[in-house]
């Protein structure tokens, strides 16, 4: 099993940048790619940014140019550098483990309990 803890969120005015941190513990040998999804009230998760264990990314297009994820994996911990911050960006981000087994097959994923990130206009 993994268990990953998120840390780092809270109130930025427009404009204004914030550093979201996952933390992975457990059973992290299984983990490959982690990645950042964020649920605004009344709308639906959205993939946000992903990163793969050799560190290829991929981010949703609002976000170009904007955000950076990153991974440490000396330290367990993926981040997500948030730069000039829209209130559009508010929401609940949640962090996400993809999980292989030792023969490459998908293990079930392991989510975050998410941290809030308000940007306000």
């Known amino acids: 099993q993994v268990q990953l803890v998120e840390s780092g969120g809270g109130l930025v005015q427009t404009g204004g940048s914030l550093r979201i941190s996952c933390a992975a513990s457990?059973?992290?040998?299984?983990?490959?790619?982690m990645a950042w999804y964020r649920q605004a009230p009344g709308k639906q998760r959205e993939l946000v940014a992903a990163?793969?264990?050799?560190?290829?990314?991929n981010y949703v297009d609002s976000v170009k140019g904007r955000f950076t994820i990153s991974r440490n994996n000396a330290k367990n911990t993926v981040y997500l550098e948030m730069n000039s911050l829209k209130p559009e960006d508010t929401g609940a981000y949640y962090c996400?483990?993809?999980?292989?087994?030792?023969?490459?097959?998908?293990?079930?994923?392991?989510w975050g309990q998410g941290t809030q990130v308000t940007v306000s206009s």
């Open positions: 990163i793969t264990s050799g560190g290829s990314t």
């Open positions: 457990g059973s992290i040998f299984s983990i490959s790619t």
């Open positions: 996400k483990a993809e999980r292989r087994s030792i023969y490459n097959t998908r293990l079930s994923d392991t």
